[in-house]
């Protein structure tokens, strides 16, 4: 009897890791889904109290799900690369050195509120405080 309750407790603990690791890819999927389907703008950017917007707003990324991101501005094409993190609600964003105002993307950004056609989200980078928002075109 001790035996069975010990493989119970032992399979309810193993079927509860299952389940949340299965949960967390459906977040994951769904995430790269949203992120990759459709072209991605920058509506705001401020950094600390300065609004810089105006950097970025001529730019529309394209996310994919290889993991590179394309930042273009009619003239101008920047490939970069992304990650994200569904476990931290984090996005990672680099693009190469020099390459301008998307540079101003290259950080882990905190994700603070999101939807299907938006992302707001909020970095620091060399001590400044940023507050970014993606708007879906």
Known sequence: MRKSILFLILFSVILSFSCKKLVQQQEQNEALNIMTNGVWQVSQYLQDSTDITTTLSSYTFQFKSDGTVTGTNGTLTVTG?????????????????????????????????SSTDYVIAHSTINSNTNNLKLVKK
């Open 81 to 113: 690369t992304w990650t994200t993190d569904i476990a931290s609600r984090t996005i990672t964003s680099q693009f190469p050195a020099n390459s301008g105002a998307v540079n101003e993307l290259d950080a882990t950004w905190k994700i603070t509120d």
